[in-house]
């Protein structure tokens, strides 16, 4: 039993050192950790200043920037509405006016064809009676001019001057 009870003391011992030597490196690493930090900190309070009014800014301003998101949110949801409501209307518009541009190219060419009839008809109503005017006049020419006595192959209107200048 003595025996056992020295093993277990020389345990007890040997466990006693290990944790001294672990609570050795803890506080070793505890105090360079806190020189660590000390040192973190030197080196942000410059900054620290800059941070809080930058949060304080922060702060301030979202309320602003979101007030102007959702505004900009409902202009561009406006813009969608009218701008389908003015392609809507300028679908109708261009529809109308095709409907028109159908109907007055309708009435522009009955205008035309009834010009184009009546043209016809008025050329051959004058032209027909003309002609047929011009032929009695060539007639009664022809006639008097063979009772004047003239020759029959030669036209009466024309003086002798061209046969002398015939070489």
């Known amino acids: 039993m003595m025996v056992f009870v020295g093993i277990a003391a020389l345990a007890i011992l040997l466990q006693s050192f290990v944790l001294l030597a672990l609570y050795l490196v803890a506080r070793k690493t505890s105090r360079t950790v806190e ?16 941070v809080k009014s930058t949060r304080a800014t922060l702060d301030r ?4 920037v979101e007030a102007a998101v959702n505004n900009i ?9 009218q701008s389908a409501d003015v392609h809507a209307s300028a679908t109708e518009m261009i529809g109308r006016l095709r409907g028109q541009v159908i109907r007055v ?6 205008v035309l064809d009834s010009i184009d009839k009546t043209a016809g008809f008025v ?3 004058v032209s027909l009676p ?4 011009g032929g009695i006049l060539a007639a009664l ?8 006595g003239g020759a029959a192959g030669q036209p009466a209107m ?7 200048l015939f070489i």
């Open 61 to 64: 301003v979202s309320p602003r």
């Open 73 to 81: 949110v409902a202009i561009t949801e406006d813009l969608r509405m």
């Open 141 to 148: 020419r022809a006639i008097t001019d063979a009772l004047r």
């Open 35 to 50: 020189i660590a930090v000390d040192d973190l900190r030197e080196a942000l309070a410059p900054i620290t200043p800059l």
């Open 158 to 164: 024309h003086p002798g001057k061209d046969e002398d």
């Open 130 to 133: 003309a002609r047929q005017l």
């Open 105 to 110: 190219d309708n009435l522009l060419t009955g």
């Open 123 to 125: 050329r051959n109503a």
